[in-house]
Nanobody
């Protein structure tokens, strides 16, 4: 069992930056691929980024490449999402997820989800 707690969300002006953190419980964090997803009001959940268990491989939604960076620190049981040049359309609840397989963009590939953290970007 893995419990995930996101933090770092908030209100930011367009063009600003935020770094989200997701802290995982348990001693098996390094056994899980990690992903970030987001869901805006009235929209379906969408893939943001994912990272392999070792952190060597990372994947991004095409529309977010170059602005968002995913990383992890297995010693701290934490995965991060650095978001730069934020836009109002980035406003959403951001969720981290843990899965036992590869760093997929499919939500079905993740077994554990956090409660989410709200990111609001004002214009």
């Amino acid at each position: 069992q893995v419990q995930l707690v996101e933090s770092g969300g908030g209100l930011v002006q367009a063009g600003g930056s935020l770094r989200l953190s997701c802290a995982a419980s348990g001693r098996t964090f390094r056994s899980y691929a990690m992903g970030w997803f987001r869901q805006a009001p009235g929209k379906e959940r969408e893939f943001v980024a994912s990272i392999s268990r070792t952190g060597v491989s990372t994947y991004y939604a095409d529309s977010l490449k170059g602005r968002f960076t995913i990383s992890r620190d297995n010693a701290k049981n934490t995965v991060y999402l650095r978001m730069n040049s934020l836009k109002p359309e980035d406003t959403a609840v951001y969720y981290c997820a843990a899965g036992p397989y590869h760093a997929t963009s499919e939500g079905s590939g993740y077994d554990y989800w956090g409660q989410g953290t709200q990111v609001t970007v004002s214009s």
